[in-house]
């Protein structure tokens, strides 16, 4: 079973609009999908929006820790807004792992692997 996803699992993902921290295009497009749902649900509220302008200028887990507070407070009372926030992460971290895993095929021969060996790793003849 996976991890929840949490108020500061979001916010964390929020960063990676700002890094290269996503699978390809499908990941920078969920990214901004979770960034603009959360900026449109906490329009008009001028806390969280001067919260959200700071990670844009900072782009540091320490700008985005008032947030966490913001979201794990609005997740405890929008269950709506909650559920369609925790999908967007939920397919974003299913994106990373995916893209992220290496497949180490070697068709009969020798292989060398740095980066997270996996398998039967035979070295020579």
């Known amino acids: ?3 929840p996803i ?3 699992t979001i916010a964390t993902l929020l960063l990676m609009k700002f890094t290269e921290g ?3 295009e499908a990941g920078k497009k969920l990214v901004t ?7 449109a649900w906490f329009q008009g509220n001028k806390q ?9 200028t ?7 820790q008032p947030l966490v507070v913001y979201l794990d ?4 009372y929008a269950p709506d807004f909650a559920k369609e926030i925790r999908q967007l992460a939920q397919q974003i971290n299913t994106l990373n792992q995916t ?3 290496q497949i180490n095929t070697n068709y009969g021969r020798d292989q060398f692997v740095i980066n997270q060996p996996t398998g039967d790793l035979k070295l020579g003849g």
């Open 1 to 3: 079973m996976s991890d």
């Open 6 to 8: 949490t108020a500061a």
């Open 22 to 24: 996503t699978a390809g």
């Open 33 to 39: 999908s979770l960034w603009d749902t959360i900026a």
């Open 48 to 56: 969280v929006e001067r919260t959200l302008a700071t990670i844009e």
């Open 58 to 64: 900072e782009k540091t887990p320490e700008s985005a």
């Open 73 to 76: 407070e609005e997740m405890n």
């Open 99 to 101: 893209e992220s895993g």
